[in-house]
């Protein structure tokens, strides 16, 4: 599914309007349909529900669906916040429908005074500002923001969350942004609804189709999409009855130093359980018995130190690389990771402390080998491309980094970005809390790396292996829940995860 921005969307609904064609008040009188048919499925027992209503069409919305809960029994007030000296061309005609209905309390109000009393049992409709927003919000309408978050009513946002920007909320006062505890956004998501710090405004988001004209969906141009299955599915490439363990390639998994082998033994085992032909995992010599004993059907290259990664094997045979889990950044990995970068020629999927070092060493990103991968949390992500306030910045930053050096620059967290060389950023739907625990990103990649080594380019390897990683994590989430939830899980759940994915 393609993110279009607040600005792009409004040029897809006049599309729509022209090329239908259809009306815009009758537009609205769609959307505002869906609405009412998701609140009455969610809250099927009439309930008493204040609809806060700015002037535009945001507010022409909240109007169209006041009348349809009242004619749903619903008891409805309405408050009409008097902030501009006009209400948009449909509100206008949606007021008057109101009217005319004739058994909805309507107030027109313009004063903290004037503020109803909001009842925790109440269900607060959110529809003072949408996607024309066009700066924070202050005044009374602010008053009105903060009694909607300081009541215990349930609230639903119209469209988008009054006072949060569709993107770029980095210059916006977060104390003038309604707190929904659900948001029905038209046609597509809106960006910020995948940052973190927006998630106490935006609550559950569900989008609503509201019939929005298919060729200019189509058509429009946006660097950012969310994943689906369908279209991870449509990556994957079949295997064929004479393939041979050749066929899928050689990775190379530099990984594990002194008290860290548990992420080399998850590493290999998620790489093997992802189609890897043949796995070379390199690894210091105190870890060849734990390996051996724990992923057999991995080869096993060991390191001159006992504790640490200080050298790699010849990688002529190797059609991918990975280095960093669990590996510690002393003196000689860099040194050896200085060597590596220099001389490979293949992918590498650099993780954990191989980032830390280049976030060190930032000279090594001269060397970085074109179509790379990249796994950073966000501590990682600071060291290695720099500190950002909020996470649209850090969004443009990791474009940017992916771009410049030809990468690909994940970003692990809910909603995990994907930034590839060419501009495109893929967020992730699938995963849950229950993932964030020790090993997770050693498992993402082992993933990756087997997804590369048999041939897979950069871009789709990483976007599979996201995808498929958090689908692992769900149906293991589903099984033993998201408090016990391990790394091992992930992989014990790597083969229905596969199943799943190509059904
Ligand atoms: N896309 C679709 O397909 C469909 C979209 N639909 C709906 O339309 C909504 C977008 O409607 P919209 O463009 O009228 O914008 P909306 O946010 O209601 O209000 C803009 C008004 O507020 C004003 N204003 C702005 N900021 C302000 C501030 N801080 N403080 C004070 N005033 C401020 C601004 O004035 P100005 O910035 O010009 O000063 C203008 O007067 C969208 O979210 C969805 O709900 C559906 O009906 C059907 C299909
Ligand atoms: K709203």
């Given amino acids: 599914m393609k993110i279009y921005s607040t600005k792009q969307i409004a040029a897809i609904d006049a599309f729509t309007i022209e090329n ?15 609405l009412c048919k998701c609140i009455l499925e969610k809250f099927p027992e009439p309930i008493s529900c204040k609809v806060f209503v700015g002037p535009g069409n945001n507010g022409g919305d909240g109007l169209a669906l006041a009348r349809m809960l009242a004619e749903n029994k619903y008891t409805v007030e309405v408050y009409v916040l008097q902030i501009s000296s006009h209400l948009s061309a449909d509100a206008t005609t949606n007021l008057q429908r109101l009217k005319l209905l004739g058994n909805i309390a309507l107030f027109e109000i313009d004063a903290a005074e004037a503020i109803p009393w909001i009842f925790p049992d109440d269900l607060v409709i959110d529809a003072i500002f949408g996607a024309g927003l066009s700066r924070p919000i202050a005044g009374f309408a602010l008053d009105v923001v903060n009694a909607i978050n300081a009541s215990e009513a349930t609230v639903v946002a119209i469209d988008i969350p009054s006072g949060l920007m569709g993107e770029d909320n980095s210059q916006n006062n977060r104390k003038g942004i309604v707190k929904a505890d659900i948001t029905l956004s038209f046609q597509f998501p809106k960006l910020a609804f995948l940052f973190p710090e927006n998630e106490a405004f935006v609550g559950d988001w569900k ?32 295997r064929k009855k004479f393939d041979h363990k050749g066929t899928y390639g050689h990775g190379l998994l530099i990984s594990g130093s002194y008290g860290k082998m548990g992420a080399a033994i998850l590493a290999s085992r998620a790489s093997l ?3 890897i032909g043949l796995l070379t995992s390199h690894i210091p010599r105190l870890g060849y018995q734990i390996l051996q004993t724990a992923v057999p059907e991995a080869m096993v290259s060991i390191d001159r130190s006992d504790i640490i990664f200080t050298e790699y094997p010849d990688l002529s045979q190797y059609k991918a690389v990975a280095i960093g889990p669990g590996i510690d950044k002393k003196q000689n990995s860099f040194r050896a990771m200085v060597d590596l970068l220099k001389e490979v020629k293949v992918p590498v999927v650099i993780d954990a402390d191989a980032i830390n070092i280049i976030g060190e060493h930032p000279e090594l990103k001269e060397h970085l080998p074109m179509g790379s991968v990249f796994t950073p949390h966000v501590k990682e992500f600071e060291r290695l491309v720099g500190e950002s306030k909020d996470s649209y910045t850090r969004n443009c930053m990791q474009r940017e980094f992916a771009q410049k050096h030809s990468i690909c620059l994940i970003l692990k967290g809910a909603y995990t970005a994907i930034a590839c060389p060419n501009g495109n950023c893929y967020f992730n739907p699938t995963g849950n809390p229950g993932m964030a625990t020790a090993g997770s990103g050693d498992v993402l990649t082992g993933i990756i790396l087997s997804l ?44 229905k995860a596969w199943l799943s994915l190509k059904k």
Avoid: C
């Fill in 20 to 34: 239908e064609p259809i009306s815009s008040i009758d537009l609205m009188e769609r959307a505002a349909g869906e």
């Fill in 207 to 238: 989008v609503l189709s509201i019939g929005l004209h298919p060729d200019a969906i189509e058509k429009g141009k946006t660097p950012f999409k969310m994943l689906s299955r369908d279209f991870v599915k449509n990556l994957l490439m079949p």
């Fill in 273 to 275: 359980r992802s189609g």
């Fill in 452 to 495: 590369l080594s048999q041939g897979y380019p950069s871009r789709i390897a990483a976007i599979i292996a996201v995808y498929l990683h958090g689908l692992a994590g769900d149906l293991a989430a589903e099984e033993v829940g998201v408090e016990a939830l391990t790394a091992g899980d992930i992989i014990s759940y790597l083969p």
